[in-house]
């Protein structure tokens, strides 16, 4: 059996038993057990935080509904709660770190919230700026400025695929859950208050 190994920047093939190293986040080791997947199992990294780690393995369950919700990415999405100089938070994408200021990241997390809400993870822009995301008269440039924040982590997938516009000026990011993950203790002592909130709302 040869399995499908995402990586931060490539697919790399393995086969039985083999001992491989992951590293879009730290290093980190994962034993394959050759009775326990099909040749048809899609591995993703194993992107660990304190309290909340996504699997790395998709069902097929999983594969499902990416195909029914339409998802456009696969990318590997690591919010860790982590910041740089005074006013910046870290985001990696598939292993490339992305820098993001509060308030794309308060966005960017209520988006995140909605799809473990729903799985369709659609929110409409007039609710975003009911609860204060986004500005009223300015809310197709604040999607926009969060989309081109991610432009350089993305490869092919567009910053309109990733944060997709939907039916009756809605949007969502465009994921399976299972290639979220976050540090929702870091998120809970962070220094502004709507993501602390925010972090508090997920799973």
Same mark, same amino acid.
């Given at each position: 059996?040869?399995?499908? %190994? ?9 086969? *039985? ?9 730290? @290093?980190? =080791?994962?034993?394959? @057990? ?7 199992? +899609? ?5 660990s935080?304190?309290?909340?780690? #996504?699997?790395?393995i998709?069902?097929?369950a ?6 029914? !919700?339409?998802?456009? @990415?696969r ?13 910046? +938070?870290?985001?990696?994408? *598939?292993? %490339? ?14 988006? %995140?919230?909605?799809?473990?809400? /729903? ?8 609710? &975003?700026? +009911? ?14 400025? &969060?989309? =081109? ?6 490869? /092919? ?20 859950? @299972?290639?979220?993950? !976050? *540090? #929702?203790?870091?998120?809970l002592?962070? $220094? ?7 972090? #508090? $709302?997920?799973?």
């Amino acid at each position: 059996m040869v399995g499908r %190994v995402f990586g931060a920047s490539k697919i790399e093939d393995i086969a *039985d038993g083999l001992l491989i190293r992951i590293t879009p986040v730290k @290093s980190r =080791q994962i034993l394959l @057990s050759p009775d326990r997947f099909s040749e048809n199992t +899609n591995y993703i990294p194993t992107l660990s935080s304190n309290n909340h780690v #996504r699997q790395a393995i998709l069902s097929a369950a999983e594969e499902e509904e990416i195909s029914y !919700y339409g998802y456009k @990415s696969r990318l590997p999405i690591h919010i860790p709660g982590d910041t740089e100089k005074r006013a910046t +938070n870290i985001v990696l994408v *598939d292993g %490339v770190k992305v820098f993001i200021g509060d308030v794309p990241l308060a966005l960017l997390l209520r988006l %995140v919230v909605e799809l473990f809400k /729903n799985k369709r993870g659609i929110i409409s822009r007039s609710k &975003l700026i +009911n609860t204060g995301f986004i500005k009223a008269g300015s809310e197709f440039q604040s999607v926009g400025r &969060l989309r =081109q924040t991610f432009r350089v982590a993305l490869g /092919n997938v567009s910053p309109e695929e990733f944060i997709e516009t939907c039916e009756h000026k809605s949007i969502r990011l465009s994921s399976h859950p @299972s290639f979220i993950s !976050y *540090d #929702r203790e870091k998120l809970l002592h962070h $220094r502004n208050e709507k993501i602390r909130r925010l972090a #508090r $709302r997920l799973p």
